[in-house]
């Protein structure tokens, strides 16, 4: 079982920056495939960004490709999104994901294992 936790969302400006993230519990995090998703009232979730195990290899959404950093540190069972140059569109509940035992990337929300409650993320105009 891993239990994830968000953190560092809140209310920023756009053009401004947040870094989110992700604490997960269990011993098998390092093995795990992980991605954070985002959605926001009325659309359907959708992914942001992935990682796979070691951190090497990493995808993003379009609308965020150039903005956005998803990175991980297995010694503390943690994955960041790091966002800058906000806009109100990327306003949302952000939520990571996990799959474990997976070493490549995991793009779909459906195959992914565990997921965390999702911090929220509101960006002014």
């Known amino acids: 079982q891993v239990q994830l936790v968000e953190s560092g969302g809140g209310l920023v400006q756009a053009g401004g920056s947040l870094r989110l993230a992700c604490a997960a519990s269990?011993?098998?995090?390092?093995?795990?495939?992980m991605g954070w998703f985002r959605q926001a009232p009325g659309k359907e979730r959708e992914i942001v960004a992935a990682?796979?195990?070691?951190?090497?290899?990493?995808s993003y959404a379009n609308s965020v490709k150039g903005r956005v950093t998803i990175s991980r540190d297995n010694a503390k069972n943690t994955v960041y999104l790091q966002m800058s140059s906000l806009k109100p569109e990327d306003t949302a509940v952000y939520y990571c994901?996990?799959?474990?035992?997976?070493?490549?990337?995991?793009?779909?929300?459906?195959?992914?294992?565990?997921w965390g409650q999702g911090t929220q993320v509101t960006v002014s105009s």
């Open positions: 269990g011993r098998t995090f390092s093995n795990s495939a």
């Open positions: 990682i796979n195990w070691s951190g090497g290899i990493t």
């Open positions: 994901a996990a799959k474990g035992f997976f070493y490549g990337l995991v793009l779909r929300s459906g195959d992914y294992d565990y």
